[in-house]
């Protein structure tokens, strides 16, 4: 394609789409289109960050980055890149047609679009003011009939005579989502572009589930027609009966004339013949069909952005979801599957089909993550004076962490200690001598806990339990925790319990395990 015909494709593509890059006319009108970015985005919530600060960035400048980025990511592709170029959406709207791009492969006749057009366009039809929507659309159908030679439009005030009187008795719908205008015809479009009949074996619908827990429909449903020749007349009879009911929604006046011709999108430079192209359609006075085009193309309702999060930087944003993603796993748990490797989710079939808890985890996997964590907590939080004595070793070697992790470290003391004053113990042994098995079961003898229990503390005092240094020598449990620093911390409270801050450490500590 030549220079000369890709500018004239271009030229005829700003005559059909509107799209130019700069429609403004004067610098003026350029301040006062910035204005409105920059007050939109401020309006939203948007905040720049000190990156963007220092880059001379405005408000404007981000939310139009925003929706160039949410424009491309319409046609993005799960594992591909993100498209360097945004387009219009094309049919039932609006064909794909345009010159410029029909040659291509994968935007074959569609209209490029950008966050610059889109905010130049609802600046143009002011669709960000109150109860301007009708307005706007009517003003965009006007511009439409702008582009339309047909000789009996030959002014503004014909064509906004014609506007006004065919939209006078249309009304504009307010629902969302489902219930949306726009959901519907873009569902009926599809159902008329992609015709089914009904499954082969023609059985009632019935749910099922399986084994794996998930619902499934089996019979009753509907399979696209393989037949070319039923699937193209299908097509047909579906999109006559669309652009119908599109008519018929429009509630047009009785003897009302259709405006005929269309865009001049191309001429020969030889012949000076021009060829017509996007003949005016009756669809197109449907006031409510040019509203959904309108949100389609330029986007609807644009939603309020938190100022803490627009404010922050790509590694602040970054960490700020990896931690409400943590939050959302937490709240929906899953496992890996002993089968595919894959993760599950913790449904009540699921917990009892591979024997996992709520959290999604098996026994052994309680045990061992249990153990790991408090393990952890005793080199990371033991620093205190309570590692001189030999109950803390005590402790340890029961696996029982009575003193809570950062509370110990305040309560006795302010002195580090280091692992060289810790020493090891020998396993605890019952009155035979053989060493006593800690399960984490309700129902065992001898039951595995986070804190030394006052039942624990008996049996070291009778001998059920005992417990020696590596050497041999005895632990005395009992009468080390006479001896502890925790201990003489909590007399000292007894004596002022009349002091606040004593008052709030017994309260803190009043189910401990105290010595006899």
């Known amino acids: 394609m030549s220079l000369f015909?890709?500018?004239?494709?271009?030229?005829?593509?700003?005559?059909?789409?509107?799209?130019?890059?700069?429609?403004?006319?004067?610098?003026?009108?350029?301040?006062?289109?910035?204005?409105?970015?920059?007050?939109?985005?401020?309006?939203?919530?948007?905040?720049?960050?000190?990156?963007?600060?220092?880059?001379?960035?405005?408000?404007?400048?981000?939310?139009?980055?925003?929706?160039?980025?949410?424009?491309?990511?319409?046609?993005?592709?799960?594992?591909?890149?993100?498209?360097?170029?945004?387009?219009?959406?094309?049919?039932?709207?609006?064909?794909?047609?345009?010159?410029?791009?029909?040659?291509?492969?994968?935007?074959?006749?569609?209209?490029?679009?950008?966050?610059?057009?889109?905010?130049?366009?609802?600046?143009?039809?002011?669709?960000?003011?109150?109860?301007?929507?009708?307005?706007?659309?009517?003003?965009?159908?006007?511009?439409r009939l702008g582009y339309v030679s047909d000789p009996k439009f030959k002014n503004t005030g014909e064509i906004n005579k014609f506007v006004d009187d065919v939209t006078k008795n249309q009304k504009l719908s307010t629902a969302t989502g489902k219930d949306s205008t726009l959901f519907k015809t873009l569902k009926k479009y599809t159902d008329?572009?992609?015709?089914?009949?009904?499954?082969?074996?023609?059985?009632?619908?019935?749910?099922?589930?399986?084994?794996?827990?998930?619902?499934?429909?089996?019979?009753?449903?509907?399979?696209?027609?393989?037949?070319?020749?039923?699937?193209?007349?299908?097509?047909?009879?579906?999109?006559?009966?669309?652009?119908?009911?599109?008519?018929?929604?429009?509630?047009?006046?009785?003897?009302?004339?259709?405006?005929?011709?269309?865009?001049?999108?191309?001429?020969?430079?030889?012949?000076?013949?021009?060829?017509?192209?996007?003949?005016?359609?009756?669809?197109?006075?449907?006031?409510?069909?040019?509203?959904?085009?309108?949100?389609l193309d330029y986007g609807g309702r644009i939603a309020e952005r938190d100022p803490k999060i627009a404010g922050m930087t790509a590694a602040q944003k970054k960490k700020n979801y990896e931690k409400i993603k943590a939050r959302i796993d937490k709240k929906n748990p899953t496992f890996k599957s002993p089968v595919t490797g894959g993760k599950l989710p913790v449904t009540p079939e699921n917990m009892k089909k591979y024997k996992v808890n709520k959290q999604g985890f098996t026994k052994g996997q309680v045990f061992r993550n249990t153990a790991k964590k408090q393990g952890g907590k005793v080199f990371k939080y033991l620093k205190g004076v309570a590692g001189r004595n030999k109950l803390a070793t005590a402790a340890i070697g029961l696996g029982a962490l009575y003193f809570g992790g950062q509370q110990i470290k305040k309560a006795l003391g302010p002195k580090t200690l280091t692992n060289k004053d810790f020493s090891s113990t020998a396993p605890i042994k019952d009155r035979s001598g053989q060493n006593v098995r800690f399960k984490y079961d309700k129902k065992a003898e001898n039951i595995a806990k986070p804190y030394l229990t006052s039942k624990s503390l008996?049996?070291?005092?009778?001998?059920?339990?005992?417990?020696?240094?590596?050497?041999?020598?005895?632990?005395?449990?009992?009468?080390?925790?006479?001896?502890?620093?925790?201990?003489?911390?909590?007399?000292?409270?007894?004596?002022?319990?009349?002091?606040?801050?004593?008052?709030?450490?017994?309260?803190?500590?009043?189910?401990?395990?105290?010595?006899?």
């Open 5 to 143: 015909e890709n500018i004239k494709y271009r030229l005829n593509e700003v005559k059909i789409t509107g799209d130019a890059d700069n429609p403004l006319k004067d610098k003026s009108e350029a301040d006062k289109l910035q204005k409105y970015k920059d007050d939109l985005a401020k309006k939203k919530g948007y905040v720049l960050n000190p990156t963007e600060k220092k880059k001379g960035m405005r408000l404007g400048d981000k939310l139009e980055k925003d929706i160039d980025l949410g424009a491309k990511l319409q046609d993005k592709t799960i594992g591909k890149r993100t498209p360097k170029q945004a387009y219009a959406q094309g049919m039932p709207f609006q064909p794909d047609d345009n010159p410029a791009t029909k040659f291509q492969r994968s935007n074959k006749g569609r209209y490029p679009t950008s966050g610059k057009s889109i905010l130049n366009k609802r600046f143009q039809y002011q669709s960000d003011i109150k109860s301007s929507e009708r307005e706007a659309v009517k003003s965009r159908l006007k511009t």
């Open 192 to 295: 008329a572009t992609e015709p089914t009949q009904k499954g082969k074996y023609g059985k009632p619908a019935r749910m099922v589930r399986g084994k794996d827990g998930v619902l499934r429909q089996y019979g009753g449903g509907q399979i696209p027609i393989k037949d070319k020749k039923r699937k193209a007349a299908a097509i047909e009879k579906g999109l006559k009966k669309f652009d119908d009911d599109l008519v018929k929604g429009a509630n047009i006046p009785k003897g009302t004339y259709i405006p005929k011709g269309g865009v001049p999108a191309r001429s020969d430079i030889k012949t000076r013949k021009v060829t017509y192209t996007r003949p005016f359609e009756p669809k197109e006075l449907n006031l409510q069909f040019k509203a959904d085009k309108l949100k």
């Open 458 to 516: 008996k049996k070291f005092k009778s001998g059920d339990y005992n417990v020696a240094t590596k050497s041999g020598k005895p632990i005395n449990v009992n009468q080390n925790m006479k001896q502890s620093a925790f201990e003489k911390q909590i007399q000292k409270a007894q004596k002022n319990p009349n002091n606040k801050k004593n008052q709030q450490f017994l309260k803190k500590f009043k189910n401990a395990t105290r010595p006899t």
